[in-house]
């Protein structure tokens, strides 16, 4: 446990302090970071290149380094996608570096999804016996916890070696009752854990800015919710236990609403839904006979990060500018690996250019 | 069996007469078998083919979804997403008679999983991970029937090969050659029978 907390990245009771935050400092080195993101009309010349090209030009930018680094472990593809992984780890782990106090302490808070995501590949790496370099392989250390306690926690031989390794983090109550068989449950637990905890870190306040921050975490529970109904009605799940999966605090549903859709059929499921507030969002590609959800979902996560964009510029002296690069840095990184790995599966431009949010 | 090697007795055309109407029998019998297995063979040849491009069909559509879901999940995510599941699908191997003809039956489970069953969690995953699932689990089921029906294919085709090459034996080697013995040793009876009436016109002159 010591050897966890010696390798926690800017956790310090010193930069969680909430009375000291350098938001002028953070903001002005986020300024320039932001400056170094590919412009939006590189991707439209990226669809017409070859991987070949586009391996190149990812060579030539930002993401030099990483490629340096990793060179020798993998190649094509995958070396490109892992390099844009190390980047994406890289940066954020620089905003928890450079940034003190509260916005440390909100940094960190959105940050857990990359910890919760960890510590979720590392059990299910030791519930299938997978090893160490394979676990690894799979890991993107963009959170508090940072590559070499993750990587003792993925040398550990078993899951209750993790899990005692964890028993000092605000994991470990969820963690404890992980008894081999229950992973699903477990996982869901760390994931509804991710967002209540972001709903309470940034709910309370009385300030503009994180009003508006507050408001776009709320409308990503709201997202979530209504693509969790959609995959549970898609697969036929009508169990009342389905409620568990529900994340309570969304900005225009709420839990009552909600719980009410999880009995339907999904045919009733969608007649219900032309009263939810993001039916406009959804309205031209739901049908009761729809086969895939894939369209759902990206025209519901392109929603938010649009929605995202539309707060962006307001507020220049508060949280949301940070945010507004990390959703930024996030959506470059899913763009880039989209159409390199969208080429390399021979899709359809038309299937790539929908995936992407530019 | 060479005609020199017969001996011309009455015994041994019994015999061989027994084993002509043995032959025959057979001969009629295999052709039969040979005819109705040329029938199974074409009813599954049709199903196969079906098979196949359903198959081809799933191969595709499960290229397709997991190209998606590397694409916008990320392999990295694919991939930790698929140690969550350890279980792996339980096959049960049977056999049937089709004429004689020992085929495999096999029986499938576990294959197709709700997304409550595959291990992961559902808020920390995605559609796009969902339906790569769902396509790879219909893919499996189809490989596994498809290996039920080629491999009786494979075995009909076998058997008919087998058979025809019998009929052919029985029909242009063995009952020819009985038959062949069998006129001869009828000639050399005939032939002895007129020696000794000469042999005993001989002795009485």
Redesign the interface.
């Known amino acids: 446990m010591q050897l966890l907390q010696k390798f926690k990245r800017g956790n310090s009771k010193k930069s969680l302090s909430k009375g000291h935050a350098n938001y002028a400092y953070t903001i002005a080195r986020v300024r320039a970071m932001k400056s170094k993101l590919l412009p939006k009309e590189t991707y439209p010349r990226l669809m017409n290149m070859s991987i070949d090209e586009i391996t190149r030009f990812i060579e030539e930018s930002e993401y030099k380094e990483d490629i340096d680094q990793l060179a020798r472990q993998y190649e094509g593809v995958d070396l490109i996608e892992h390099a844009l992984n190390r980047n994406l780890a890289e940066t954020f782990t620089k905003l928890l570096y450079i940034s003190e106090g509260d916005v440390n302490f909100l940094i960190g808070e959105k940050l857990k999804k990359y910890d919760i995501w960890n510590i979720k590949t590392i059990l299910r790496g030791k519930y299938c016996n997978a090893s160490t370099e394979e676990i690894l392989d799979a890991i993107v250390a963009g959170g508090r916890l940072n590559y070499s306690s993750l990587s003792e926690l993925a040398a550990k031989a078993t899951y209750e070696d993790v899990i005692s390794e964890l028993a000092n983090t605000e994991y470990y109550p969820i963690l404890e009752n992980y008894d081999g068989t229950n992973l699903s449950e477990i996982e869901n637990k760390l994931d509804k854990m991710y967002y209540t905890g972001l709903f309470d870190a940034v709910g309370g306040s009385k300030s503009k800015d994180r009003k508006l921050f507050e408001e776009f975490t709320r409308m990503g529970i709201d997202l979530k919710n209504l693509i969790t109904l959609f995959r549970l009605k898609k697969s036929g799940i009508t169990d009342p236990e389905a409620m568990d999966l529900m994340i309570d605090g969304g900005l225009r549903c709420n839990l009552k609403e909600t719980g009410k859709l999880l009995p339907l059929s999904f045919a009733d499921f969608v007649s219900e839904l032309e009263s939810n507030p993001y039916w406009d969002v959804i309205s031209d590609i739901v049908k009761p006979d729809m086969t895939s959800l894939v369209d759902v979902e990206t025209r519901l996560k392109n929603h938010r990060l649009k929605s995202a964009a539309s707060f962006s510029h307001v507020y220049p002296n508060s949280i949301v500018p940070i945010m507004d690069y990390m959703l930024s840095k996030q959506n470059e990184i899913s763009n880039l690996r989209i159409i390199i790995r969208g080429k390399a599966a021979n899709l359809e431009d038309d299937v790539i250019k929908e995936q992407l949010v530019i | 069996m060479g005609v020199k090697d017969v001996k011309p007795t009455r015994s041994e055309l019994i015999e061989i007469k027994k084993k002509i109407k043995l032959s025959q029998s057979g001969h009629k019998l295999l052709k039969m078998k040979r005819d109705g297995l040329i029938l199974e063979f074409f009813e599954i040849l049709s199903k196969a083919k079906d098979v196949r491009s359903e198959l081809d069909a799933a191969y595709e559509e499960a290229?397709?979804k997991?190209?998606?879901a590397?694409?916008?999940d990320?392999?990295?995510?694919v991939?930790?997403?698929a140690?969550?599941?350890?279980s792996k699908p339980e096959i049960e191997l049977e056999s049937r008679n089709i004429m004689g003809v020992v085929v495999p039956k096999i029986e499938s489970s576990s294959v197709k999983k709700?997304?409550?069953e595959?291990?992961?969690?559902?808020?920390?995953t995605?559609?796009?991970t969902?339906?790569a699932a769902d396509a790879y689990e219909n893919l499996v089921e189809k490989i596994i029937l498809a290996a039920e029906i080629e491999t009786t294919m494979k075995k009909l085709l076998d058997d008919i090969e087998k058979t025809k090459r019998r009929v052919n034996a029985l029909e242009f080697k063995v009952i020819p050659e009985l038959q062949e013995a069998m006129v001869f040793i009828r000639l050399r009876l005939e032939e002895m029978e007129r020696e000794n009436t000469f042999r005993l016109k001989r002795i009485k002159g």
């Open positions: 290229s397709r997991i190209g998606i590397n694409a916008v990320g392999t990295i995510t991939k930790s997403t140690f969550a599941l350890k709700s997304i409550n595959r291990g992961y969690g559902i808020l920390g995605s559609s796009y969902d339906e």
